[in-house]
């Protein structure tokens, strides 16, 4: 293949590897990072992709292991939700406390090791070496769960916050 067709196929794939990436890592700036490291990378090894039979299934795997090797980078940490904070108000009041119930009632209907982690986090309050050791889960897949939840938990935030100010 020449220059210009591997450019080509390279460019065709770029869409679907973002989306892989961002499934992993849960953030469209760096998925689109890695999706350019990746691809720049084979890129500079073009010669040597002959030898290749699949270039997406390549390109693929090449990204799902610079995703994971990021991860690893961060050491992994759970990122801090400044709108989970924020509606984290110390104050008892009613608001509070129906906060709370929509909360869980979002909580409640997260897959279920999703659930079952934050709930180790928040309502058990263990530490993340804890909850691995518990679950016999990596460090990478604990940071992985949580984020997908966290995610989530937004997303139905989101969709609450829109649906009520709609009925306004």
């Not at 904070?85 to 709370?100: G, K, P, V």
């Not at 949580?146 to 989530?152: G, I, N, W």
Request: with cysteine.
């Amino acid at each position: 293949m020449d220059n210009e067709a591997f450019k080509k196929s390279l460019i065709q794939l770029q869409p679907g590897l973002q989306k892989v990436a961002e499934s992993i890592l849960n953030d469209a700036d760096w998925a689109a990072d890695a999706v350019q490291d990746t691809l720049l990378k084979i890129w500079d090894h073009r010669r040597r992709m002959n030898r290749v039979n699949n270039l997406e299934g390549y390109c693929v795997a090449a990204v799902k292991r610079r995703c994971i090797d990021l991860l690893r980078e961060q050491q992994p940490s759970v990122p801090i939700d400044e709108e989970a904070l924020i509606q984290a108000d110390t104050t008892f009041d009613d608001s509070f406390e129906e906060r709370y119930r929509q909360a869980r009632a979002l909580i409640d209907q997260l897959p279920e090791r999703q659930r079952e982690i934050i709930l180790m986090k928040y309502e058990q309050e263990m530490p993340n070496t804890e909850i691995e050791k518990a679950l016999q889960i990596s460090s990478t897949n604990l940071y992985t769960i949580l984020s997908r939840a966290y995610k989530t938990l937004r997303e139905a935030m989101d969709r609450q916050n829109h649906n009520s100010h709609e009925r306004e």
